[in-house]
């Protein structure tokens, strides 16, 4: 069996006068009139001030160094305020999928389900601790490849640490994240015999979340910490990853 689900859906209309709500834990999700429900929001990242001629001929918040973020200019003022925070894509997947099969051979059985997600996306707002340059936090690997200096860069992704460091743990583009993926979700393996005083027996061995195949780099795509928020979806800020359990049992029938 092989089943296919796709999700579209937009604002219409928003009580009591309004035309947006903000939602998570930091503002990282915006519904409002005219697009889907809970968009990512947040500020665009566009890369990592190299020298101060850079600074001086774009705009930047007070105490901007070399080696500090640098974010769009979205409104054109000439500032980098909270109006300049935008939206950054659709956290709604293009459809999901999902196949169960079972397989018979003699007394033995296999049974199958396998299930994923095209187009998901995901918001890393944990990096908000986990990318953090004030040496207050465990950080992640990655953060060995932040600017330096001039001669020494990095990979571009991450800020110094020094300057305006607490601009570069604000929302932004860099934590929205391709999060397709294809989860083998059951296989369990059973074997069925009779013996004098049942009528029925049957032994097997079950896995569940066996395989992930997915770019996404964070736990695992299929988490957020946002569930109960329905207008935040899709923000990962630290939820707890989806287990592999390997269980196995002997069913009887009398």
Not at 12 to 38: A, C, M, N, R
Not at 145 to 168: E, F, I, K
Request: one cysteine or more.
């Amino acid at each position: 069996d092989v089943n296919l689900s796709l999700n579209r859906n937009k604002v219409l209309k928003l009580g009591g006068g309004i035309t947006q709500i903000f939602s998570g834990e930091v503002t990282s999700s915006v519904t409002e009139v005219g697009q889907p429900i809970g968009m990512f929001y947040g500020y665009k990242f566009m890369s990592i001030f190299q020298n101060q001629e850079q600074i001086d001929n774009y705009p930047h918040q007070a105490g901007t160094l070399p080696g500090n973020v640098q974010y769009e200019d979205v409104n054109g003022d000439g500032q980098i305020t909270s109006a300049d925070m935008t939206l950054l894509g659709d956290p709604t997947p293009r459809f999901t999928w999902g196949m169960t099969n079972t397989v018979t051979y003699g007394k033995f059985d296999l049974r199958l389900i396998i299930d994923g997600s095209q187009g998901l996306k995901v918001m890393d707002v944990y990096k908000r601790f986990a990318d953090n340059l004030d040496g207050v936090f465990n950080v992640e690997e990655a953060v060995k490849n932040r600017w330096r200096s001039a001669s020494d860069p990095g990979n571009g992704q991450y800020a110094s640490t020094t300057g305006n460091t607490p601009l570069a743990r604000e929302v932004n583009s860099r934590w929205v994240r391709n999060a397709s993926y294809l989860c083998v979700r059951n296989v369990s393996v059973g074997y069925t015999f009779h013996e004098k005083f049942v009528s029925r027996a049957r032994i097997y061995l079950s896995g569940q979340n066996l395989l992930w195949l997915t770019p996404y780099k964070g736990s695992d795509p299929d988490i957020e910490y946002n569930a109960d928020n329905a207008l935040a979806p899709n923000v990962n800020y630290t939820g707890y990853p989806t287990a592999t359990m390997i269980t196995g049992g002997i069913d009887f029938t009398f």
